[in-house]
């Protein structure tokens, strides 16, 4: 059996991302800052406490799921709508330089 090509394994890992969205609730971490010697410096630096996890609840109390459709219309996310972003914005021609 062959490898299947570079551009269908990312468009399976985003199908998958996309249902893991209807599965799994939005959630975050809290930050510390933590101090440590380096090279006889003081240095600090901020970084997630592990055991800080919180899911987003809403005004009822339940799990926000930020879910993420196949297709959406007009500023929503959608799976497909990422190809065409990619496609369409930003400027090509530092990506395709004409020399004349």
């Known amino acids: 059996?062959?490898?299947?090509?570079?551009?269908?394994?990312?468009f399976i890992v985003g199908i998958l991302a996309t249902l893991l969205t209807d599965l799994i609730p939005e959630g975050s971490f809290s930050q510390q800052t933590?101090?440590?010697i380096a090279?006889?410096?003081?240095k600090k630096r901020t970084v997630i406490d592990p055991t800080s996890?919180?899911?987003a609840i809403d005004a009822s109390g339940d799990k926000?799921?930020?879910?993420?459709g196949f297709f959406?219309?007009?500023?929503?996310v959608g799976?497909?709508?990422f190809i065409f972003e990619g496609l369409v914005s930003g400027s090509n021609f530092r990506l395709w330089p004409c020399h004349y």
């Open 1 to 10: 059996m062959a490898v299947p090509d570079t551009l269908i394994i990312i």
């Open 34 to 36: 933590v101090s440590f």
């Open 39 to 42: 090279d006889g410096v003081e």
């Open 53 to 55: 996890f919180t899911y």
């Open 64 to 68: 926000i799921y930020n879910t993420v």
């Open 72 to 76: 959406s219309a007009g500023d929503g």
């Open 79 to 81: 799976l497909m709508n």
